[in-house]
């Protein structure tokens, strides 16, 4: 699997390369930010167009996870489409793929602030979902919790990749979607949010985990003209 995993309360999570969060103990999918309809709502409201495969990518990777784990409950963290239109204007063989997924499985959609309604498809839709000792919602509140929101994303060896972010209070996971954008998870809207322990997760062929301290340092660094750095 590839994953690395990560104890929120007690509760033994992995974090997998894919930008997910699996739950073993509780057979739990988790994904957040899938913003199924980016490139209609781009192309709606007069932005960049983007090609317009971007679901039909997302829906792939979510559903070779969901035959892979075969998960009884998967929860959608939130900003599931990217604006309530996209909701309504999903086309109905991408509405068939989505619910053969859901078949007998418990399946919860997260309000988010791209679409903070029900989205017209199956599943339950909440807030918030609390599950044992954790509460999973789409902006971080008060942990123990599971969030998303920010789309943390990390840069490492020159390269960018999305990214979860964890300490021992809460997780704030990446966005799932295609074509999703990022913020550095040394952002302070991030960093704000965790102590000092944190770690920052890359997604990618497999999970690798970076202290968030060593991340920010090397930001601090990259900001410096090397002349200051090396005290020329």
């Not at 949010?193 to 890359?202: C, S």
Request: contains cysteine; proline residues 7%; neutral net charge.
């Amino acid at each position: 699997m590839n994953g690395h995993p990560l104890t929120l309360a007690g509760a033994a999570l992995t974090a997998l390369p894919s930008g997910a969060l699996w739950w073993a103990a509780e057979g739990l999918l988790c994904v957040s930010d899938l913003h199924l309809g980016k490139s209609e709502r781009l192309a709606r409201r007069g932005g960049t167009l983007l090609p317009p495969y971007e679901t039909e990518a997302t829906l792939d990777r979510l559903e070779a996870l969901v035959d892979a784990l075969d998960p009884a409950r998967v929860v959608c963290l939130g900003d599931s489409f990217d604006d309530s239109a996209a909701a309504e204007a999903l086309d109905e063989a991408h509405r068939l793929r989505i619910a053969r997924m859901q078949a007998g499985r418990d399946w919860t959609w997260i309000e988010g602030n791209h679409d903070p309604g029900p989205s017209g498809l199956s599943g339950h839709h909440l807030d918030a979902l609390r599950t044992g000792p954790l509460t999973f919602r789409h902006i971080a509140g008060a942990g123990p919790d599971v969030s998303g929101h920010y789309h943390p994303k990390a840069r490492l060896a020159g390269g960018s990749r999305a990214a979860f972010v964890a300490d021992a209070g809460r997780i704030v996971m990446p966005a799932f979607g295609a074509y999703t954008g990022g913020l550095s998870c040394t952002d302070p809207a991030i960093t704000r949010l965790f102590g000092p322990d944190a770690i920052a997760v890359l997604t990618g062929p497999r999970a690798v985990p970076v202290p968030l301290s060593r991340l920010a340092s090397q930001a601090v660094s990259a900001r410096i003209p090397a002349a200051t750095r090396f005290g020329r």
